[in-house]
Structures are given as structure tokens and as C-alpha cells.
């Protein structure tokens, strides 16, 4: 059975940082980039991050370019996602997914597997 399991979030003061955590199984996790997404309510769901399982290549949005930063654990099956200088438009619930291909990124559609989600609320 395939899982992506989030986890991490929680409530943060405007500043403040939380380190997001992406478990997964099921699937051969070295085949696969793995990607974050985020959704407010009344909003559509936005691409955040990305990372290659080929060679670590990062991609980030640009609301979050130089305050998040990505990184996998090939060994753990893990990906994290490490959120600094947190702002209240950053509050969201956010997602995992997990795609077989080297493009495409940004695109939801792009992705076969999905977790469950975990809450982020930066409150000022």
C-alpha cells in the first residue's frame, strides 16, 4: 500500500519556523521526485517546492523562494520541507505528492501519489 505521510505542522507566530516531514512507503522511492503543495481555504492549491530523485535538483515557488528549503532522505524515504521567516499568508493545509517524472513540477496533475495533508497556521 502506498502512504505519504505528513507531518510536522502546527500553529507559528509570524517570524517563526516549522519543519515539515514527508514519510513515505510503498512505492521505490529513488524512482520518484517528491513535491509540496499547499491549499488555503478559498484558494486554489499552489505548488511550493520540489526535488528531483535523479540528481536533488530543487524548485521552489516564488512566495517561498529564499524562506523554505527542501531536501530528501533517500536512506528514510523521507522528504522535508524546512519553512523559515513564516508570514500569515503562508498558512495553508500542506501536501505531499510523489511523481515518476523529471518535469512538470509545478503541476498537480503531474503527480501520482498523495498524503493526507498537515495544517500550517502562522498567526501574527
Known amino acids: 500500500e502506498v502512504q505519504l505521510v505528513e507531518s510536522g505542522g502546527g500553529r507559528v507566530q509570524v517570524g517563526g519556523s516549522l519543519r515539515l516531514s514527508c514519510a513515505t512507503s510503498?512505492?521505490?522511492?529513488?524512482?520518484?521526485?517528491i513535491g509540496w503543495f499547499r491549499q488555503a481555504p478559498g484558494k486554489e492549491r499552489e505548488g511550493v517546492s520540489a526535488?528531483?530523485?535523479?540528481?536533488?535538483?530543487?524548485y521552489y515557488g516564488d512566495a517561498v523562494q529564499g524562506r523554505f528549503s527542501i531536501s530528501r532522505d533517500n536512506a528514510a524515504n523521507t522528504v522535508y520541507l524546512q519553512m523559515n521567516s513564516l508570514k500569515p499568508e503562508d498558512t495553508a493545509v500542506y501536501y505531499c505528492?510523489?511523481?515518476?517524472?523529471?518535469?512538470?513540477?509545478?503541476?498537480?496533475?503531474?503527480?501520482?501519489?498523495w498524503g493526507q495533508g498537515t495544517q500550517v497556521t502562522v498567526s501574527s
Open positions: 526535488i528531483n530523485n535523479r540528481d536533488g535538483r530543487t
Open positions: 510503498g512505492f521505490t522511492f529513488d524512482d520518484y521526485a
Open positions: 505528492a510523489a511523481t515518476p517524472l523529471d518535469y512538470g513540477f509545478t503541476n498537480d496533475q503531474t503527480y501520482r501519489y
